[in-house]
């Protein structure tokens, strides 16, 4: 299997037992001399916008319909999905794709693709890799439903057979 780089900026954190330099005193949980309380960190002012991807308002049934973002980074937007479904993708073994160095993995026939060179993966890796799926073509949503299907043709197989 090809490598493939990360997107940007998901790069995973390093712990502090990982660093380089071990583990520092400031680790004991207790907060540095001069450093700030720790507390929630402020809301966004007026005119500002929050830090990290932006991610769409959901919609009534944002779990069957693929929500599209107005993201100005020349990236589709990432598929708005709930938590327990994106941890049961994140399991499966069904092929994405995605481009090197872009944060978005695809189904095959998505149109953001046209003419880009792909390279397949198991979307658990895609997953573990930092990808997240595009609003366009909805791979979870669509992943997830091919699941339950096989799932429910499984169950009845069952039954059947009693």
């Known amino acids: 299997m090809p490598a493939v780089s990360p997107p940007a900026g998901s790069a995973p954190a390093e712990s502090p037992a990982d660093s380089p330099a071990g583990p520092s005193a400031t680790d004991s949980g207790q907060p540095s001399a001069g450093s700030a309380p720790a507390g929630p960190p402020a809301p966004p002012s007026a005119g500002s916008t929050p830090a990290g991807p932006l991610l769409a308002e959901p919609t009534p049934d944002a779990a069957s319909e693929p929500v599209l973002q ?19 993708v994140a399991q499966l073994p069904d092929e994405v794709v995605v481009v090197d160095g872009h944060p978005r993995y695809h189904l095959a026939d998505c149109p953001t693709l046209d003419g880009a060179r792909t390279t397949a993966l198991a979307v658990s890796v895609a997953r573990r890799g930092g990808f997240t799926p595009c609003a366009v073509c909805g791979p979870d949503a669509r992943l997830l439903a091919r699941f339950r299907a096989r799932a429910a043709e499984r169950a009845s197989d069952d039954r059947d057979q009693l």
């Open 70 to 88: 107005d993201v100005d980074d020349g990236e589709p937007g990432i598929e708005r999905v709930a938590v327990r479904d994106a941890l049961r």
